[in-house]
């Protein structure tokens, strides 16, 4: 299966301090996509990352890609309590399908 | 519109019974994916569609699920003989242009009793 495996399952961090959420995934992509999910609803699209790019930013998010290990990393520097949402690694193939992880559930504690 | 509607918001229904759930998705993209979230698990792909291409069905997971796009616009869902194990979350989302970033609808809540 192509489908992105994240880890850890659950996040819970104090306000202020960083958050760090890793993706894993198992064929070539075209990108990697993060998204975010309050309350079991529609996700919002947060940051996108190429094949050929190996770091973005955009504002307090990070991503990082590593195409050689097949995994990605999200970092949320500074937290704070409304940042509380699960957080999604989509991947992209050649096809233009996206698929989906299971989800990092992270907990900003004021 | 100006994003992904889905409807109904919320569906009670009873095991046996049939469910439509329609997605209208924004105005000239050309990708739309069906997702099933049940209570606090990730994103099950049902269905993709893309442009006037056949759909990718592999995600369907019986043959009571079915789904169609017409004109290239709004899409249903269909669930026949509706189980509890139906019960869930049933996202929409469209998408296109060279990122193919997806939006997605707020979700239909589906309860089978």
């Known amino acids: 299966s192509q489908q992105g495996e994240e880890d850890p399952q659950a996040l819970s961090i104090q306000e202020g301090e960083n958050a760090t959420m890793n993706c894993s995934y198992k064929?070539?992509?075209?990108?990697l996509q993060w998204y975010r999910q309050n309350s079991g609803r529609g996700l919002v699209h947060l940051i996108l990352i190429r094949s050929n790019e190996r770091e973005k930013h955009s504002g307090r998010l990070r991503v990082t890609l590593d195409t050689s290990k097949k995994s990605s990393s999200l970092l949320i520097t500074a937290s704070r309590a409304a940042d509380t949402a699960s957080y999604f690694c989509a991947t992209e193939n050649q096809g233009g399908k996206l698929i989906f992880g299971q989800g990092t559930e992270l907990s900003v504690k004021p | 519109g100006a994003g992904v509607s889905q409807s109904p918001s919320n569906k009670v229904t009873e095991k046996g019974k049939d469910v439509e759930l329609r997605c209208d998705p924004i105005?000239?993209?050309?990708?739309l994916y069906w997702y099933r979230q049940s209570l606090g698990q990730g994103l099950e792909f049902l269905i993709y569609?893309?442009?006037?291409?056949?759909?990718?069905k592999s995600g369907l997971p019986s043959d009571r699920f079915s789904a169609e796009r017409t004109g290239g616009s709004v899409s249903t869902l269909t669930i026949q003989r509706t189980q509890q194990e139906d019960s869930a979350v049933y996202l929409c989302?469209?998408?296109?242009?060279?990122?193919?970033?997806?939006?997605f609808g707020a979700g239909t809540r589906l309860s089978v009793l």
């Open positions: 569609f893309q442009g006037n291409s056949a759909p990718d």
């Open positions: 064929t070539s992509i075209n990108n």
């Open positions: 105005s000239g993209h050309t990708a």
């Open positions: 989302a469209s998408g296109g242009g060279a990122k193919n970033i997806q939006y």
